[in-house]
């Protein structure tokens, strides 16, 4: 029997969601916010996710103001209050329903949100992308490494394994960058601009342009001086014209110039 909206019965628990979690029951056709579960024997994580929800957005279940964590199987007409993550996100700091926190912000991106995740390079963020990541492999590098998961996929943040994540909801690349500063308290300090290769993620290093003359176009050859390389893929980096475009689309987003600590 499907969730109700409306109407209780007898021994079923009432689900009551917070606000915030109106973008992914809209996206299943809910209009309401309290829904009436059919009475059945599952863990509350299974009851959420029944509704479009992804655990990962979950920061408290409470029942009678005590806090429950993902595996509590509600038994009775009892209201269980849903409380989305409170942000910013600190994803260190130890919860009931993430017990084992991570030490530092690390990402990998999955393959419907490549733009966000060179944007997120260039600003120096440890993020791990590639355009051929199947769901298994983003949920099992998020394991492996301790990385947080970042997609617009939402069946992908269902699997259980996947703790740290934010399900983007921006579409323009930009404002999905302002999305997850903003979500995990990214914005404050300096950013590493420029530091990592946008494609494999190593940190890049100065090389001299005397050694890689052979491998420039004329006009870069002849408009720039300072070059680092990646140690991993051997591409080439230089602060070209597009830079400045970048530079200038993250001071429209809030992020001040000299928070953009440049490399080489
Ligand atoms: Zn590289």
């Not at 130890?94 to 530092?104: G, I, S």
């Not at 699997?159 to 903003?182: T, W």
């Not at 001299?208 to 591409?235: A, D, G, M, V, W």
């Not at 429209?252 to 600590?261: C, H, Q, S």
Request: with cysteine.
């Amino acid at each position: 029997m499907p969730p109700g909206e409306q109407g209780d019965s007898m021994n079923a628990p009432i689900l009551l969601f917070d606000r915030h979690f109106l973008f992914f029951l809209a996206a299943r056709g809910h209009m309401s916010r309290r829904f009436t579960m059919a009475p059945r024997r599952a863990a509350i994580k299974d009851m959420i996710e029944s509704l479009g929800v992804p655990h990962t957005e979950v920061g408290a279940i409470r029942v009678n103001h005590q806090e429950v964590d993902f595996s509590f199987v509600p038994t009775t007409t009892e209201q269980i209050v849903i409380k989305a993550i409170p942000t910013p996100f600190d994803i260190t700091r130890k919860t009931l329903l993430r017990p084992q926190p991570f030490d530092q912000v690390k990402f990998v991106a999955d393959v419907n949100v490549g733009r966000l995740a060179r944007l997120l390079l260039s600003l120096g963020f440890d993020t791990v992308y590639s355009n051929g990541f199947k769901d298994s492999e983003v949920a099992k590098i998020a394991t492996r490494e301790q990385r947080i998961v970042l997609t617009r996929d939402t069946a992908l943040l269902k699997r259980k394994c996947i703790v740290f994540a934010r399900r983007i909801r921006g579409e323009d690349p930009y404002l999905q960058l302002k999305e997850v500063l903003g979500f995990f308290g990214l914005a404050r300090g300096k950013f590493d601009f420029l530091s990592r290769c946008t494609t494999c993620n190593c940190r890049l290093q100065p090389i001299e342009k005397q050694t890689i003359l052979h491998r420039l176009e004329p006009k870069t050859k002849r408009f720039y001086t300072r070059f680092s390389i990646c140690p991993n893929c051997c591409r080439i980096f230089w602060k070209g014209s597009h830079h400045g475009a970048m530079k200038e689309r993250l001071r429209a987003l809030g992020i001040p110039l000299d928070a953009l600590e440049e490399r080489p």
